[in-house]
């Protein structure tokens, strides 16, 4: 990597730095200005922090097949557990 | 192969690019299987606010939502280190990596320290399940069992991942460890991970307390 390829890729890191912190500070004023669907933003929030840091910090778009596949497959596994679940839940309730 | 790589290279691989691909990928399937792990968590506790929506707010209100901010911004900034460190690798930058790394273990020292005033002021308010629990809400305690639980587990997974990055900042920085080698870049996926777990524990417990 060239020195200024270094600066181009840190100066993108830091800009998903700040979008993060925003989200970060997004989240707690919504927490704390609204009642209706305030935690259900929040946790949108939340998720698609998880999505920048898999896709940039971890480079997971950048990733082989492989791996995409491996963490598609969890991902579709954890999805399906809580849908199941919460519906399981539902019809109890 | 160039000569960094070869001295990179461990048995019984003999391509420096299959190694750096299997260690990737062995890293991604242990994560894969931690996702599951915190994923079962994440799901008792939706089922259980779900059962207890009140409790559970009456309860999330009470965490200190400062300690959780702080340390939300300490894991970000450990993450933003953290990259930058693997950048700075392939740029064949021995000190500069080694700054940054001890950098990321410091923001996580950090994150320890904070949590450890943290549990201090929990302990004080009495917010630990048992006979005399402070809000007479029973299923309030339900949540700070699911808060104590995760957040210990948590930290313990922090604190590994600390011991890792500390350690590769010692061997990068005296030059036992070449900067290509893979430990490097699994190191870095295992703490955006640690990062993305208390990403997703942050609003579930400091922020479900409502308006």
Known sequence: MSESGFWRAAIKDGALWLALLALVAISIFVAKSTR??????DLACAVLQVGLIGAFFMQLGAARPLILLTAASATAFLLSMFVLSLNDL???L | MSDAETAALREPWIRYTEQRDVARFGMWIFIVSEVLFFGAFFLAFT?????HTEAFETASSRTGLAYGAT???????????MSLAVRGSALGRHQLTTVLLGITAALGSAFLVVKGFEYRD???KGLWPGPSFPIKVAAAQLFFSAYWIITIIHVIHLTIGIGVIARLAQAIGRRRLPLVSPQLEIAALYWSFVDIVWV???PIIYLGGGA
Not at chain 1, 36 to 41: H, N, Q, V
């Open chain 2, 47 to 51: 089922y259980l606010r779900i059962l």
């Open chain 2, 71 to 81: 340390n939300t911004v300490l894991l970000l900034t450990s993450s933003f280190t």
């Open chain 1, 90 to 92: 539902f019809t109890r």
């Open chain 2, 200 to 202: 997703m524990l942050f």
């Open chain 2, 122 to 124: 929990d302990l004080d």
């Open chain 1, 36 to 41: 209706a669907y305030g935690f259900e933003i």
